[in-house]
């Protein structure tokens, strides 16, 4: 039998001192409030009630030390994946009102349909859903939790959704340790909840690609 539902966690806050954009770079991990939001995300869905069959995770520092609280309460050791990494981006290491100001950063914008300052939507969609297949059907049963990104999660939801990918980053709905959870009905992916079971007023949110 595959998965009952399936989970996608956003990692918590990260130490981000400078306020760059972080995208792939080594070395951001959570900061103390980030893993405080990471514990949360996990007992929010153990308080479901229902069996976490499959843990998975992106490879980077953030997504790793989020997905220990899920280690801790359910006892599995997370598949990491990097399927749902974050996207690539032109920008990373740089604050983004500054890179903005800067008239020979524009020439990265002159397609944000794709987008042509990272990873193309439609490849990052592809992957994702590659990746969450995969996890649904290797699962005996249960629910599985999948520990990605902003951005991933997403443009997940607009796909599943049937909405355009192209979109404003400022509006995403995809809080700092939020869950977006979704099932497969008839061979397609529908999405069936959504929630913020962390505390992140005050939180640093600058960061994400």
């Not at 007992?43 to 899920?70: G, H, I, N, Y």
């Not at 749902?84 to 990265?108: C, D, K, Q, S």
């Amino acid at each position: 039998m595959p998965a009952d539902r399936l989970h996608l966690v956003r990692h918590g806050e990260v130490h981000n001192p400078r306020r760059v954009l972080y995208g792939r770079l080594p070395g951001y991990g959570l900061s103390e409030a980030g893993r405080r939001m990471a514990r949360q995300a996990a007992e929010w869905v153990q308080s479901m009630d229902r069996p976490v069959a499959a843990l998975w995770s992106s490879p980077l520092q953030r997504t790793r030390e989020s997905a220990e609280p899920f280690t801790e309460i359910f006892g599995l050791e997370p598949r990491i994946d990097d399927r749902i990494i974050e996207p690539t981006n032109v920008f990373e290491g740089r604050r983004m009102v500054r890179a903005l100001l800067n008239p020979w950063n524009w020439r990265h914008l002159r397609k944000p349909a794709l987008p042509s300052w990272g990873e193309p939507y439609a490849d990052v969609v592809a992957r994702m859903n590659a990746a969450m297949t995969e996890a649904w059907e290797s699962a005996d049963s249960g629910d599985v939790v999948m520990v990605s990104h902003q951005l991933p999660i997403w443009i997940t939801h607009l796909a599943v959704a049937g909405l355009p990918t192209q979109h404003d980053p400022r509006r995403r709905r995809c809080a700092l340790s939020s869950v977006t959870s979704f099932e497969m009905v008839d061979n397609k992916w529908t999405e069936v909840a959504y929630a913020e079971p962390a505390a992140t007023a005050g939180a640093v949110d600058v960061g994400a690609v």
